[in-house]
């Protein structure tokens, strides 16, 4: 296994997955907007930067415990939750990728030390885990961003009713199988784009 781009020079293992769940401290039933994870060997480890960006906040809070948000060049926003207090950065520092933020801990809500690793992406929280071995902005492109690109794309070219454009595309991508509709609200991959472009441009083209 590769080095885990959240933890210093070890792997992660999923403890808990991004979804709906019974929560293990508080009973209730509800999105659990993040992915757990532990070092290999279920071992304590540094927390590092996912990716680059600005801290937001770096403090504690009765659920999260020591957390840190990350703002991302691109409006996202990355969280690293549970840590031990002596957080190694504070509001406003400029954190590059695998900078350290903290030591995994067990502060907040939490059954164990973990790592809670949540990303927020145009408001809604998106499964991490698909990024914990890879890059998340180049790779990735949410359905907002998605729709964005579509109506900038579709502007440049004419002068239609862009963001109406977008919605149509998006759905007819559903209905013609592109997409299943398996993942609402999962980021979609470069390579999905891709696809939907190519298939866009067949249709375009009578193919
Ligand atoms: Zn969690």
Redesign the pocket.
């Known amino acids: 296994m590769s080095e885990c781009r959240v933890l210093s020079g070890k792997d992660c293992i999923i403890t808990?997955k991004f979804g709906m769940r019974t929560h293990p401290v508080t009973g209730a039933y509800k999105l659990?907007?993040?992915?757990?994870v532990v070092g290999e060997g279920y071992s304590l480890a540094y927390i590092t930067a996912h990716t680059e960006g600005i801290v937001e906040f770096a403090g504690y809070n009765s659920a999260l415990g020591y957390h840190v948000n990350i703002r991302l060049e691109n409006g996202d926003m990355m969280q690293y939750?549970?840590m031990q207090g002596g957080l190694q950065v504070k509001i406003g520092d400029f954190v590059e990728q695998k900078q350290i933020l903290g030591i995994m801990g067990s502060t907040g809500l939490?059954t164990g030390a973990?790592l809670?690793?949540?990303i927020q992406s145009g408001g809604v929280w998106v499964d991490p885990s698909p990024y914990l071995h890879a890059d998340y902005l180049e790779d990735t492109m949410t359905y907002e961003k998605f729709c964005e690109f579509m109506a900038q794309y579709e502007a440049e070219r004419n002068a239609k009713p862009v963001s109406d454009w977008a919605k149509e595309a998006w759905a007819s991508m559903v209905s013609d199988g592109v997409f299943d509709g398996s993942r609402p609200q999962a980021p979609l991959t470069r390579q999905e784009a891709a696809l939907v472009l190519g298939r866009q441009k067949g249709a375009a083209d009578g193919v």
């Open positions: 808990c659990h907007n993040g992915v757990d939750c549970h939490s973990h809670h690793f949540g």
